[in-house]
């Protein structure tokens, strides 16, 4: 690999990873909503909301790196490799991932890659999509009767079967699994083998905090049905535990409406 050294008389741009939030413009930090306004090269994700990328000058230069679950049209070391291009030949590159940067969004990757030929990089947190979508479905992921543990997994990762979530599911904890959908079953079936109940309370959240989301309810051993007989497509979460199971809030508050 050719090693990349900036022009003499170049500044070195800045690489940001910026997290945009779970969908919802409004759930972007001030910081995120500076950078993305006065942006000249944005390169982002599938998961960025085209509400967030509007709100970039006309002048902006756009660089979709979107990948898809068995789809990349980008490999990461590519998306590396651009971002150290731009920088180095003086571009300050806002660099927009969905949720926060470095929750299975490999901005821990980005950063190495950049620290590796010397551009400086910031990380802007944003609202990862667990915390964005128990806001929206008001599924609280923590409660003093329910739950003081909160854990989040990748449903797609490596070796699926050889990840250990012993004790991450069950009494007291919730689970939150991100990109979950494809392996229902067999994330249905690893947590029952290590003990949770069939029917531990589940909330599957679709497409959080965008006008489209859906909250779907039921137990874990319906897990794959419940995906599937709702038709339920990425992106989605998967959160299991007994606050899942809480009064719906909001159907509550719908029933308080209807009675007042
Ligand atoms: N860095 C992101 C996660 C990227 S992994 C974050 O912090 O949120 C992509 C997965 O995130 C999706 O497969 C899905 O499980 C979850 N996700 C992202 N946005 C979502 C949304 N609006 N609603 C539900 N799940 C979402």
Redesign the pocket.
Known sequence: MIALQPLADNPVGTVYLV?AG??DPDLLTLRAARLVMNARLIVHDG?VDPAILAMAPRTCRFVSVAKQRSRHTMAQDDINALLVREALGGADVVRL?????F???RGGEEAEACHAAGVPVQVVP?V???L??AAAAQIPLTHRENASIVSFV?G?CKGLSDQNWAGLAGQGRTLVI???LATATPITEKLIADGLSPEMPLAV??????PTMRVLRGQLAGLAELVEHNNVK????IVIGEVAARGDMMELGRMAEQVA
């Open positions: 997290g779970p969908g998961l991932k969905g949720g926060d940067p929750v299975f969004g944003g990862s999509a667990a964005g979508a990748a797609q991100y990109m979950g959240i679709e497409n959080a905090t965008r990425s992106p989605a979460l």
